[in-house]
């Protein structure tokens, strides 16, 4: 199988991300040298992205359990019960580095691939969010990056028809060379009917629907796992292209497929293509699948294993659909214009087998990639203790007006309405409550039950006190649904650090999970689906720690939702909280302090 | 005939996206369904008004409603307007009347290059007799929102002329407590809606299927498509 000119060897691997320690396991584990096919595919699966090989040590002691939890992390999106026989399938994803690289298609696909994330699980989407942060504003890309970014995430969503019904934007020059650009889907689901990627039967079909298979993002999961440095523009041709016409005709053939009783399992090929899927499907059914390469609907020629294997072509998935549904199935794709092929089989070997030109491209066991996925505890220490400012500390002598003007001024705190409104925030004619507000609030349909949901992180707080901010995000989430109204059940989150080799950005990773552990105990919203990107960096500089928080809760009636403007001259205001009685507030880190002496 | 008599048919292209919400704008209107008629169907059912959705059909790859307007069941959409069917387009269905020459100009790239969303300020203008105008009065100002990136009403000035002489002019963008500029998009003479030459077909491009109730922030939505929805029963 393994051709003289595709025996792989060790510096392949490195090219490919891999360790020396993991390029002797996988040898170790097949008891042979991969080929190229095979050594990609191990090189996206154990790929940091992929794999959590950093974070799962720590990702494992977040709360995830709870009476409203349906679905927890592991699958394409996390589930709860929002009552009346409804569930919200939500979940956050990172496409940061993509769309440093190639701003408006790197937010368009991110936009994609979360939207499929929920609508896999059977939801049908019904808002999208987004955190985004960008470099200095007077920094030169920052202008073009933002333009980028903002019309990409519009550009998919609103084609899509889903409204884009709030999110948040901060600017810090630790983001110069590595913006964030975060995603977050919510869609809703009868509790009993949410579908899951475990592959079923043997002799099964496996089907591929959606668009063709083309060159684009070949090995993407693999970049996203990689520092940036002067030569990663070099790197646009691993950029996917995003089609939300597409994605919106496989929205609605994958829902009205759902509907009928047809599908067994069914999974995005999101990050790693065809590669994560086929595993991810056969790993948790316990199974093994057969595949006919040749069969995959190809949008370029001549494309090899290897490359049909790891193209991250966007608007694609693969099912298992029960054996004798096939043609009925086929005909819904038919009308919607998609390709329906199918191209193997599931089986009972355990294996991964891949054909192609009459050979076999690829047989490797499933469970390796999977179970024997490198696990780190990379080493870390405390975080460094910062001096507690007081107000006492901090003198500024300009006129409180003044002060009121720059704050108002100030690029994080100005208004936004410029970016958000070019998002389509209305469309699905359900939106209460779009961007501008503390929470968004979007209406489940026909009923008078009110979904909320709010995206909140401050990583200058989170650089500051790492434990603290994690556990602020979390809180500051939980109060911008609490001022609405909304009662909150469960978060999502997307942490966004630099180079965890490092024990200084380990240190951060590691305290701010624990505080967002902590906090989410406390308050009673477990995490039910996330996302970790690492690997922030540029030039080997890190980006300011952003573990988003993206969160989801409910209203029983929409009509007691509260706004949050003033609506008649003469009312009383009230500021509410604990204030420490000895002290005035906390101005550590906060903008005003970095507009006045100490 | 009463409102729950009125047949509404609503086109669906395959990117239409306002489909669902017209629907059942309409239903909450008239308490009965409107009837979703996929685009490569050849035929219509009789209509009393046929409704083209906002979206982005085809993607709005090539131009925008390009290739809608040659999709199969525009031909039996002009037959039904032939025979002096009401239609109308909003958003994306606008564009799409355009491309077949239902209503007069074509809609152009906004000024601003950016995506717009949010509420305008709307004035109804004096028009030729039509069913769409028949129940407002003229003057009346009224908040919709707009949310397109080719809403940029345009026509030469000959043409613009003509229109606003025969009284094909419906909605004027005009200001209102909305936030932003008057005019979203650049349109010339602020022009936010026409009729064809017999007043039978309306393009616009504000979504009154998103102002339908008062949680939505407004309810002007409801109030044109109810007097519309009567002048057709009458």
């Given at each position: 199988?393994?051709?003289?000119s595709?025996?792989?060897?060790?510096e392949?691997?490195?090219?490919?991300?891999?360790?020396?320690?993991?390029?002797?396991?996988?040898?170790?584990?097949?008891?042979?040298?991969?080929?190229?096919?095979?050594?990609?595919?191990?090189?996206?699966?154990?790929?940091?992205?992929?794999?959590?090989?950093?974070?799962?040590?720590?990702?494992?002691?977040?709360?995830?359990?709870?009476?409203?939890?349906?679905?927890?992390?592991?699958?394409?999106a996390?589930?709860?019960?929002?009552?009346?026989?409804?569930?919200?399938?939500?979940?956050?994803?990172?496409?940061?580095?993509?769309?440093?690289?190639?701003?408006?298609?790197?937010?368009?696909?991110?936009?994609?691939?979360?939207l499929?994330?929920?609508?896999?699980?059977?939801?049908?989407?019904?808002?999208?969010?987004?955190?985004?942060?960008?470099?200095?504003?007077?920094?030169?890309?920052?202008?073009?990056?933002?333009?980028?970014?903002?019309?990409?995430i519009g550009?998919?969503?609103?084609?899509?028809?889903i409204?884009?019904?709030?999110?948040?934007?901060?600017?810090?020059?630790?983001?110069?060379?590595?913006?964030?650009?975060?995603?977050?889907a919510?869609?809703?689901?009868?509790?009993?009917?949410?579908?899951?990627s475990?592959?079923?039967g043997?002799?099964?079909p496996?089907?591929?629907?959606?668009a063709?298979?083309?060159?684009?993002g070949?090995?993407?999961?693999?970049?996203?796992?990689?520092?940036f440095?002067d030569?990663?523009?070099?790197?646009?041709?691993?950029?996917?292209?995003?089609?939300?016409?597409?994605?919106?005709?496989?929205?609605e053939a994958?829902?009205?497929?759902?509907a009928?009783?047809?599908?067994?399992?069914?999974?995005?090929?999101?990050?790693?293509?065809?590669?994560?899927?086929?595993?991810?499907?056969?790993s948790?059914?316990?199974?093994?699948?057969?595949?006919?390469?040749?069969?995959?609907?190809a949008?370029?020629e001549?494309?090899?294993?290897?490359?049909?294997?790891l193209?991250?072509?966007?608007?694609?998935?693969?099912?298992?659909?029960?054996?004798?549904?096939?043609?009925?199935?086929r005909?819904?794709?038919?009308?919607?214009?998609?390709?329906?092929m199918?191209?193997?089989?599931?089986?009972?070997?355990?294996?991964?087998?891949?054909?192609k030109?009459?050979?076999?491209?690829?047989?490797?066991?499933?469970?390796?990639l999977?179970?024997?996925?490198?696990?780190?505890?990379?080493?870390?220490?405390d975080?460094?203790?910062r001096k507690q400012?007081?107000?006492?500390?901090?003198?500024?002598?300009?006129?409180i007006?003044?002060?009121?003007?720059?704050?108002?001024?100030?690029?994080?705190?100005?208004?936004?309405?410029?970016?958000?409104?070019?998002?389509?925030?209305?469309?699905?004619?359900?939106?209460?409550?779009?961007?501008?507000g503390?929470?968004?609030?979007?209406?489940?349909?026909?009923?008078?039950?009110g979904?909320?949901?709010?995206?909140?992180?401050?990583p200058?707080?989170?650089?500051?006190?790492?434990?603290m901010?994690?556990a602020?995000?979390?809180?500051?989430?939980y109060?911008?649904?609490?001022?609405?109204?909304?009662?909150?059940?469960?978060?999502?989150?997307?942490?966004?650090?630099?180079?965890?080799?490092?024990?200084e950005?380990?240190?951060?990773?590691?305290e701010?999970?624990?505080?967002?552990?902590?906090?989410?105990?406390?308050?009673?919203?477990?995490?039910?689906?996330?996302?970790?990107?690492?690997?922030?960096?540029?030039d080997?500089?890190a980006?300011?720690?952003?573990p988003?928080i993206?969160?989801?809760?409910?209203i029983?009636?929409?009509?007691?939702?509260?706004?949050?403007?003033?609506?008649?001259?003469?009312?009383?205001i009230?500021?509410?909280?604990?204030g420490?009685?000895?002290?005035?507030?906390?101005?550590?880190?906060?903008?005003?302090q970095?507009?006045?002496?100490? | 005939?009463?409102?729950?008599?009125?047949?509404?048919?609503?086109?669906?292209?395959?990117?239409?996206?306002?489909?669902?919400d017209?629907?059942?704008?309409?239903?909450?209107?008239?308490?009965?369904?409107?009837?979703?008629?996929?685009?490569?169907?050849?035929?219509?059912?009789?209509?009393?008004?046929v409704?083209i959705?906002?979206?982005?059909?085809?993607?709005?790859?090539?131009?925008?409603?390009a290739?809608?307007?040659?999709?199969?069941?525009?031909?039996?959409?002009?037959?039904?307007a032939?025979?002096?069917?009401?239609?109308?387009?909003?958003?994306?269905?606008?564009?799409?009347?355009?491309?077949?020459?239902?209503?007069?100009?074509?809609?152009?790239?906004?000024a601003?290059?950016?995506?717009?969303?949010?509420?305008?300020?709307?004035?109804l203008?004096?028009?030729?007799a039509?069913?769409f105008?028949?129940?407002?009065?003229?003057?009346?100002?009224?908040?919709?929102?707009?949310?397109?990136?080719e809403?940029?009403?345009?026509a030469?000035?000959?043409?613009?002329?003509?229109?606003?002489?025969?009284?094909?002019?419906?909605?004027?963008?005009?200001?209102?407590?909305?936030?932003g500029?008057?005019?979203?998009?650049?349109?010339s003479r602020d022009?936010?809606?026409?009729?064809?030459?017999?007043?039978r077909?309306?393009g616009?491009?504000?979504?009154?299927?998103?102002?339908?109730?008062?949680?939505?922030?407004?309810?002007?939505?409801?109030?044109?498509?109810?007097?519309?929805?009567?002048?057709?029963?009458?």
């Amino acid at each position: 199988m393994t051709s003289a000119s595709d025996v792989m060897t060790f510096e392949n691997a490195a090219t490919m991300g891999l360790s020396r320690d993991e390029w002797d396991l996988i040898n170790q584990r097949l008891g042979r040298t991969p080929n190229l096919c095979e050594l990609g595919i191990f090189s996206a699966m154990w790929s940091e992205h992929c794999s959590y090989k950093s974070s799962k040590k720590w990702l494992k002691t977040l709360p995830i359990d709870g009476p409203q939890v349906i679905e927890g992390p592991g699958e394409n999106a996390g589930a709860v019960d929002i009552g009346d026989g409804l569930a919200a399938i939500f979940k956050i994803e990172s496409h940061n580095h993509p769309s440093f690289i190639e701003p408006y298609q790197g937010a368009a696909t991110g936009v994609g691939g979360i939207l499929r994330d929920v609508f896999t699980m059977g939801a049908r989407p019904v808002a999208l969010l987004n955190a985004l942060r960008f470099g200095a504003a007077e920094h030169e890309k920052t202008r073009h990056l933002v333009g980028g970014v903002v019309s990409g995430i519009g550009g998919y969503g609103n084609c899509i028809g889903i409204p884009t019904v709030g999110g948040e934007v901060n600017f810090d020059k630790s983001y110069n060379g590595n913006i964030l650009v975060n995603a977050m889907a919510v869609g809703l689901a009868n509790s009993d009917r949410i579908f899951r990627s475990a592959a079923t039967g043997p002799g099964n079909p496996v089907i591929y629907v959606g668009a063709k298979t083309g060159r684009d993002g070949i090995h993407g999961a693999t970049m996203a796992s990689a520092e940036f440095s002067d030569e990663t523009e070099s790197k646009r041709p691993t950029v996917q292209v995003g089609d939300p016409f597409t994605g919106k005709l496989l929205m609605e053939a994958c829902l009205e497929l759902m509907a009928s009783d047809s599908v067994l399992s069914i999974q995005d090929m999101g990050a790693a293509g065809l590669t994560s899927s086929s595993v991810e499907m056969a790993s948790k059914g316990g199974l093994g699948m057969e595949i006919d390469l040749d069969l995959v609907p190809a949008r370029e020629e001549n494309m090899s294993a290897y490359e049909l294997m790891l193209s991250e072509s966007q608007e694609r998935m693969l099912m298992v659909l029960k054996p004798d549904v096939t043609e009925t199935a086929r005909a819904i794709f038919n009308k919607w214009d998609l390709d329906f092929m199918p191209i193997g089989r599931v089986t009972e070997t355990g294996r991964l087998i891949l054909l192609k030109d009459g050979g076999t491209a690829c047989d490797i066991p499933i469970g390796p990639l999977v179970d024997d996925a490198p696990e780190y505890d990379r080493p870390h220490g405390d975080a460094p203790v910062r001096k507690q400012l007081a107000s006492i500390d901090i003198t500024n002598d300009a006129p409180i007006s003044h002060m009121l003007k720059t704050m108002l001024g100030h690029v994080d705190l100005a208004s936004r309405r410029w970016i958000y409104e070019q998002y389509d925030s209305q469309v699905m004619a359900d939106t209460i409550a779009g961007p501008g507000g503390d929470a968004a609030l979007v209406r489940v349909h026909g009923s008078k039950r009110g979904l909320a949901m709010s995206t909140d992180c401050t990583p200058r707080y989170v650089e500051a006190d790492p434990k603290m901010g994690g556990a602020q995000a979390v809180a500051e989430a939980y109060r911008n649904l609490s001022a609405i109204g909304a009662t909150p059940l469960a978060i999502t989150n997307n942490l966004n650090f630099g180079n965890p080799e490092k024990p200084e950005i380990m240190t951060q990773i590691v305290e701010s999970v624990l505080g967002m552990g902590d906090a989410a105990r406390q308050l009673d919203t477990p995490v039910v689906s996330g996302n970790v990107s690492l690997y922030n960096e540029t030039d080997g500089k890190a980006i300011q720690p952003c573990p988003v928080i993206g969160i989801v809760g409910v209203i029983e009636n929409v009509d007691d939702a509260v706004g949050n403007c003033f609506v008649a001259a003469g009312q009383d205001i009230f500021v509410i909280g604990q204030g420490d009685k000895t002290d005035d507030g906390w101005l550590g880190v906060s903008i005003y302090q970095q507009h006045s002496r100490r | 005939m009463t409102l729950s008599a009125l047949r509404v048919a609503i086109i669906v292209f395959p990117g239409s996206n306002c489909d669902r919400d017209m629907m059942l704008a309409i239903e909450q209107l008239t308490s009965r369904r409107p009837a979703l008629v996929w685009h490569k169907e050849a035929s219509l059912d009789a209509a009393d008004l046929v409704i083209i959705p906002g979206g982005f059909s085809f993607g709005d790859y090539l131009r925008c409603g390009a290739l809608a307007g040659r999709s199969p069941i525009m031909n039996a959409v002009l037959d039904h307007a032939a025979r002096g069917g009401a239609v109308m387009g909003i958003c994306n269905g606008f564009q799409i009347l355009t491309e077949t020459g239902m209503v007069p100009g074509v809609l152009i790239r906004n000024a601003g290059l950016k995506f717009s969303c949010r509420n305008v300020g709307l004035q109804l203008c004096e028009t030729l007799a039509s069913p769409f105008t028949a129940g407002l009065d003229f003057g009346e100002n009224l908040t919709i929102p707009i949310a397109h990136n080719e809403g940029n009403y345009f026509a030469d000035a000959d043409e613009l002329d003509r229109i606003e002489g025969n009284g094909q002019v419906v909605f004027r963008y005009a200001t209102s407590d909305a936030v932003g500029p008057v005019n979203p998009n650049g349109a010339s003479r602020d022009i936010a809606g026409v009729l064809s030459s017999n007043g039978r077909i309306l393009g616009m491009m504000p979504h009154p299927e998103r102002a339908m109730y008062k949680l939505h922030g407004g309810t002007d939505g409801a109030k044109f498509l109810l007097k519309s929805l009567e002048a057709l029963v009458s």
